[in-house]
């Protein structure tokens, strides 16, 4: 069966995960994660796509995309995954692929996972043992909304806005809606509907995604076709 094209729509938050290949690092030095991080805030800019959030792991990196255009998130992943590749193999000596394959994506419905997927991607460190609390994850955008740096690549999205009325009211409620984490239903909900590819959000918001797209948002229900005619042979 072939492959359905990537669902990517104008406007609406995109989650994405690059792996490397066989688990292997996609980075192995502090200069690797500045360059990957300046590739793609470079990329982002020129393709029109805001980074509302990020995450680097040693072996994958996870992304909340909000693009202008249709074509300016796989535009963006293409650009960096080509450069970076070739960095990274003329810096550490090696050839070959260093991704698995294509990157892999959801589109979120936003007023109900924007925020979730980003305290999503903030304990993905922590989920993974590296850090006891995401703040000690350095390759991350979680500082940025702690108010501790200032990260260029950041394009913070209006939900982020509406926490609160001052930076400090913003940060406190980001704080604690960290802090709560997320259910175990909702976090298993974020990293299925982006491993296979479809629309993340309730039964409306599909229906209506899927009048400005002709690609297939949802997994198909299992059953037999319509007008399927009972063999009891």
């Not at 550490?92 to 997927?117: P, V």
């Not at 460190?125 to 006891?132: C, K, L």
């Not at 629309?199 to 059953?223: C, N, S, Y």
């Amino acid at each position: 069966m072939a492959r359905l094209p990537r669902l990517t729509v104008a406007g609406y938050p995109h989650h994405v995960i690059q792996r490397g290949n066989n688990r292997q690092a996609i980075v192995k030095t502090d200069a690797d994660r500045e360059v990957l991080l300046d590739l793609l805030g470079e990329n982002a800019k020129k393709h029109q796509v805001a980074i509302n959030a990020y995450v680097l792991m040693d072996n994958h990196f996870h992304l909340l995309l909000t693009p202008e255009t249709g074509d300016g998130v796989p535009l963006m992943m293409q650009a960096v995954g080509r450069r970076y590749v070739r960095y990274f193999n003329d810096r550490h000596q090696r050839t070959g692929t260093l991704w698995e394959g294509r990157y892999k994506s959801t589109l979120i419905q936003t007023d109900r996972y924007l925020l979730a997927c980003m305290a999503y991607l903030d304990l993905n460190p922590v989920r993974a043992g590296m850090v006891a609390d995401p703040g000690q994850h350095a390759w991350s955008s979680h500082r940025h909304f702690m108010g501790q740096t200032n990260d260029r690549r950041i394009t913070p999205h209006a939900l982020y806005w509406a926490l609160g009325n001052t930076p400090f009211a913003r940060e406190a409620a980001y704080t604690e809606l960290v802090r709560a984490g997320l259910a175990m239903d909702e976090q298993k909900a974020i990293t299925q509907a982006t491993l296979q590819g479809w629309a993340l959000g309730d039964a409306d918001f599909v229906d209506e995604l899927q009048k400005r797209t002709p690609r297939r948002i949802t997994k198909a229900r299992a059953g037999r076709p319509t007008g399927a005619v009972e063999n009891n042979d």
